[in-house]
């Protein structure tokens, strides 16, 4: 069956450090995507990244960056020189193929982030 | 500016009634979902619809229906049915490619409370 496992329930670091959030996944699927979202104290959830299973390059967004790694069923997501803006609750995600090509998205639990100045 | 719209923002109501949630997105977006999310939880897929007049029971669809008669629509109702029916809910859209899972885009949530 299908699953994401977000360890980390929550983390709190001060301003500017560097704090990194795991994502580990489980699928027989051979083709899968993989998602981050960001869901801010006003509570709507803000799309990250899509990462399909096929392209393992790692991926740097400003100070977001993503490391994929299939050999370990990992797509961690760093935040550099982190920001108070950056406090949310984030979650992993992996799409679920259905019948049909009607694909449903598994979630993590989310792991919260708290940025103290 | 195009995006997913959900009224209204905070809903209360009492125990027994049913209650709609409105959800319009104007992305031109083909499917449409709607979940559940309860505190320090992930979250839950109710209903989904990849297609106008048709749609899908999620992980938690008891006591939940949903229509779409138009592309840009997708309500929830939550019925009396329901046991535990206070949460925040969210809509989503997103493309529709065979084959492809695209990311979703979600609204701003309704979070109801019934007492």
């Known amino acids: ?47 990250l990244i899509r990462r399909n299973s096929f392209d393992e390059q790692n991926e740097i967004s400003g100070r977001y960056s993503w490391n994929f790694q299939k050999s370990t069923s990992s797509f961690n997501f760093t935040i550099t020189a982190s920001q108070v803006v950056d406090s949310a609750v984030y ?4 799409s679920d193929f259905n019948a049909g090509n009607n694909r449903k998205l ?9 940025v103290n100045p | 500016d195009g995006g997913i719209t959900q009224s209204p923002k905070y809903l209360f109501r009492k125990e ?34 990849q297609i106008v007049n048709d749609f899908q029971k999620g992980d938690i669809a008891e006591g939940y229906s ?35 899972s695209h990311e979703q885009y979600f609204g701003p949530g309704t979070r109801l409370t019934v007492t």
Not at chain 1, 106 to 114: F, Q
């Open chain 1, 91 to 94: 979650f992993c995600a992996l």
């Open chain 2, 16 to 49: 027994g009634q049913n209650v709609t949630l409105s959800c319009e997105q104007n992305l031109n977006h083909d499917a449409m979902y709607w979940y559940r999310q309860d505190p320090g939880q992930g979250l839950r897929l109710i209903y989904y619809s």
């Open chain 1, 1 to 47: 069956a299908q699953k994401v496992t977000q360890a980390q329930t929550e983390i709190s670091v001060v301003e500017k450090e560097d704090v990194t959030l795991d994502c580990v996944y489980e699928t027989r699927d051979t083709t899968y995507y993989l998602f981050w979202y960001k869901q801010p104290p006003s509570g709507e959830l803000v799309f």
């Open chain 1, 106 to 114: 598994i979630w993590g639990l989310g792991t919260s982030l708290a």
């Open chain 2, 66 to 100: 949903v229509s779409r008669e138009k592309k840009e629509s997708f309500p929830l109702t939550v019925t009396s049915a329901q046991k535990n029916p206070t949460a925040f809910y969210l809509c989503a859209s997103s493309i529709r490619v065979a084959g492809v």
